[in-house]
């Protein structure tokens, strides 16, 4: 089993900026890729960025020039950098980590609002 707990989450004016983190632990053996995805009220659950142990990147297009994923391998933490934060990325934010095998965990959410 993964154990993933996220933090970093909160209440943010338009334009601010927060940083989300991802620690995960257990048995991380085997771990290749980590991401963040969200769900607003409502809607579907959708991917933001990923981040594999190699350091190859993906993010969302709605998201691109203003989140930045990254990941520490030291601390097996991944984090999600997210600047110029706009109303629309209200939503809760959690944190994901896949298996070479396919076996994929997720963590237990951390909420963002953005409003002022």
């Known amino acids: 089993q993964v154990q993933l707990v996220e933090s970093g989450g909160g209440l943010v004016q338009p334009g601010g900026s927060l940083r989300l983190s991802c620690a995960a632990s257990?048995?991380?053996?085997?771990?290749?890729?980590m991401g963040w995805y969200r769900q607003a009220p409502g809607k579907q659950r959708e991917l933001v960025a990923t981040?594999?142990?190699?350091?190859?990147?993906g993010i969302a297009n709605s998201v691109k020039g203003r989140f930045t994923i990254s990941m520490d391998n030291a601390k097996n933490t991944v984090y999600l950098q997210m600047n110029n934060l706009k109303p629309e990325d209200t939503a809760a934010y959690y944190c994901?980590?896949?298996?070479?095998?396919?076996?994929?965990?997720w963590g237990q959410g951390t909420q963002v609002t953005v409003s002022s």
């Open positions: 994901r980590a896949d298996r070479y095998s396919g076996q994929g965990y």
């Open positions: 257990g048995s991380i053996f085997g771990i290749y890729t």
């Open positions: 981040i594999t142990t190699g350091g190859s990147t």
